[in-house]
């Protein structure tokens, strides 16, 4: 009888991590990470802040026209489009609130050999967790967020791998 209880004690907690697991799995409309919710974000007002903070002066957003900046022409980076992978709110709002968290691959390409290297390569983007309202960042989530559209990669119909 204890090998069965003792068995049993054991596979609770996995099927309880596993039920969590799966739980925390979310598609593109889901704006939950791991017990991250924000409320509803203005599109339009979220555009509104990417011009007004701007983000334009490095960024591009697949299929938004924004106004050109009167500024030296630096390398953009482009957000939004098509991906493999879904964009969550959380991964939206750490890059905006913590840039240095993860270097886009599109800004990693630009690093010569030698920055790469020697490990300094760091976020040129500005940090506005001192000059953004929460509104704003909730707004600018949800104009983003609303940018990207996740596909299904590619499967060759063929390919089967025996067991």
């Known amino acids: 009888m204890k090998t ?16 969590l697991l799966l739980m925390s ?3 593109k409309e889901s704006k939950q990470s791991r017990g991250f919710l924000l409320p509803d974000g203005d599109i339009e007002a979220g555009k ?9 002066r490095c960024h591009t957003v697949e299929g938004v026209m924004l106004p050109d900046q009167d500024l ?3 390398p953009k980076i482009r957000l939004g489009g098509e991906i493999y992978k879904v964009k969550s709110y959380g ?6 609130i913590n840039p240095q968290h993860t270097l886009a ?12 290297k020697e490990g300094a390569a760091s976020s040129p983007m500005l940090e506005f967790n001192h000059s953004m309202t929460v509104a704003q960042l909730i ?3 949800a104009f983003l967020h609303s940018r990207y559209q996740l596909i299904d990669p590619m499967v060759d119909e063929y390919f089967y791998v025996a067991p």
């Open 91 to 96: 991964d939206l709002v750490t890059a905006i």
């Open 72 to 74: 030296p022409e630096l």
């Open 4 to 19: 069965n209880l003792s068995h049993f004690s054991c596979r609770v907690p996995l099927v309880v991590l596993s039920s």
């Open 139 to 141: 707004d600018l989530v």
């Open 105 to 116: 691959p599109q800004y990693l390409a630009m690093l010569s050999d030698e920055e790469k």
């Open 48 to 56: 509104t802040t990417f011009v007004a903070m701007q983000c334009n």
């Open 25 to 27: 799995c979310g598609d």
